[in-house]
Structures are given as C-alpha cells and as structure tokens.
C-alpha cells in the first residue's frame, strides 16, 4: 500500500507595513531570530523562526503591506505558548507598558487556559497562552 502523504504547514507569510517595527515586535516579545532577508529594492523580504526551529515553522515579514484595522470582537491571532502563567502576566505588562494589550490575562477552560493578547505593529493579534495541549509541556 503506498503511503501517503500530508501537507505540513511550514510558514505563515505577512505583508507588512513598518518591517522594522515588526521584526522587532516578534523578536522582543516572541523571541523569534532572523534567520534569512532578502532586499531586493523595493521589496524586502524576512524569515523570522524561534531558536531551534528555523527547519520547522517560520513567519516570512514582506514589506509594502496594509496596517489591519481589526474589531475588538475579532479573535484571529497567532498562539505562543509560554512555560508559566507567570511569564503570561509578564507579556501582558510588558505590553500594556507599549500600549499594544489588547486583552488583559484571563483563565477560559480546557483546553484554551490561561492567556492575554498583544497587538503587533501591523494590528495582528498575538496570544500568549499557558495550559494548552499545544507546545510547551505545563510546569
């Protein structure tokens, strides 16, 4: 019987308005690294990985983009897991300080856990959670 095979998500590419100000979003708050940049004028393209996964997943940042005007309602993001609750708090005040929390650290059950949100510099929204069955193992 041949064997069969799945897509594999590899990357989330986002068309930016202020590259810069993302990649140092997404480094200060989510610990991700350049890892490629291709400038090719006009268009600047970046791949931002965590640390040990830049094989695995990646965000690709390409400049020329719109900012997102996104309701307070609407609930796309992009997830981060985090180890602790307490390093969930930590974001949360890290980015009230910045003026991008978007929403303040709540506990919804199994399995969404504990968790806040930050606004990126394009109006992505980005959460920080702790509990879920999704990447780091609980303390």
């Known amino acids: 019987m041949a064997h069969i095979h799945y897509p594999r998500l590899t990357h989330i590419a986002l068309h ?53 005007q996104l309701s307070e309602h609407d609930y796309r993001h992009f997830g981060f897991a985090l180890p602790s609750r307490a390093a969930v708090d930590e974001i949360a005040r890290r980015a009230d300080a910045a003026g991008c929390l978007i929403w303040l650290p709540r506990d919804e059950p199994w399995p969404v856990g504990y968790y806040c949100g930050v606004k990126d510099p394009n109006g992505n929204y980005v959460e920080f959670s702790h509990g879920q069955p999704l990447g780091l193992p609980e303390e």
């Open 16 to 68: 930016v308005q202020d590259i810069e100000a993302c990649i140092r979003f997404y480094r200060d708050f989510c610990g991700m690294v350049e890892t490629h940049r291709r400038d090719k004028p006009p268009q600047i393209i970046v791949w931002l990985a965590e640390p040990g996964r830049e094989r695995d997943f990646i965000f690709v940042l390409m400049n020329g983009g719109e900012d997102l």
